[in-house]
């Protein structure tokens, strides 16, 4: 099995093969200013949330106000629409929180979790009576979304993420949240996109209905069910997809499995070592399975013939 997964820190890089199935610790704003133009052929990615939980040296997220982390996130993404293929998609799943929850209520009494250490240190603005109110929902990817749409991205689909299982988040006063947004965009009118695929695996309709996957001590990470169906109605194999966000490694072990190709950029070097290991076991496994021309059968219980 040939060595496909390198770690190391971000710097100049000279030959585009230097990116592909490579997993990149480093700063991904950084990296992905190394790519060439129409680069990619699919993106998915799920940035840190605004005020949430902090793993290590994470910059986005840690704001002090939830507009500067908007403004921040949209410097990623003028980017990332640089470096995708013009017939390319881009899959952005990102939630949203209430001023002053996080670190306030959810640390008292029987309703304290062990995340409390993630939001007891971040620092963030005061309230102004107006957008920063408690109990105040903030809009963040709505507010994202039509950052981008400023900047000039296409969007097809507002898919709703409907969790089974979500993370706790009790209120007296308010209803429980189970779902997230993933927005779909394009950067042109004429993308890859099969929907027949969409139809054979359930995924036409712009609801999904998926469980949590946490992995490892990474609490947040994609669940492979949820993401596995995208990279096939929007990609080809062997195509390149790009996850700015990495993580645990899910992208990267979606498209191994996928006959897929893939970049990935963490910060957080305990995460990217993390990855790697994923991602090279599930390399061994994949060289144990049916080439995907012939039969595909995924956990989440589909058979796609390619």
């Known amino acids: 099995m040939k060595d496909s997964i390198v770690i190391y820190d971000t710097k100049p890089l000279i030959e585009n093969d230097d990116f592909v199935n490579k997993l990149i610790c480093g700063d991904s704003l ?23 939980r902090v793993y290590g040296n994470e910059i986005l997220g840690r704001e002090e106000h939830p507009l500067e982390y908007v403004a921040n996130l949209l410097k990623y993404t003028g980017e990332l629409k640089r470096v995708l293929h013009k017939e390319g998609s881009f899959y952005l799943n990102i939630g949203d929180v209430y001023f002053g929850t996080k670190g306030f209520i959810r640390n008292k009494g029987s309703y304290a979790r062990k995340t409390d250490k993630h939001y007891k240190e971040h620092k963030i603005a005061k309230p102004d009576g107006k957008y920063l109110q408690y109990k105040q929902l903030l809009m963040l990817p709505e ?10 991205w296409i969007l097809r689909n507002k898919i709703i993420w409907e969790k089974p ?17 993933i927005f779909h965009f394009v950067k042109s009118r004429k993308y890859y996109f ?43 194999e062997k195509d390149l997809v790009l996850d700015p966000f990495m993580g ?59």
């Open 165 to 181: 299982n979500p993370v706790p988040s009790y209120s007296p006063d308010r209803r429980y949240p189970v779902y997230e947004h």
């Open 143 to 152: 507010r994202v979304a039509m950052g981008m749409q400023e900047q000039g």
């Open 248 to 306: 645990s490694g899910t992208t990267a072990v979606a498209c191994v499995e996928l006959n897929r190709n893939y970049i990935g950029f963490e910060i957080n070097e305990k995460f990217c070592k993390l990855a790697e290991e994923r991602i090279l076991n599930s390399e061994k496994t994949a060289e144990k399975q049916l080439p995907l021309k012939e039969i595909y059968q995924s956990d989440i219980h589909y058979i796609a013939t390619r």
């Open 194 to 236: 099969d929907l027949n695929i969409a139809k054979r695996l359930n995924n036409h309709r712009d609801i999904i209905k998926c469980g949590i996957e946490p992995f490892g001590e990474h609490q947040a990470s994609f669940p492979l069910p949820l993401i596995k169906p995208l990279i096939l109605t929007t990609s080809k």
């Open 30 to 52: 950084k990296s992905i200013k190394e790519l060439p133009d129409n680069f990619v052929n699919l993106i998915i990615t799920s940035p840190p949330y605004f005020g949430c």
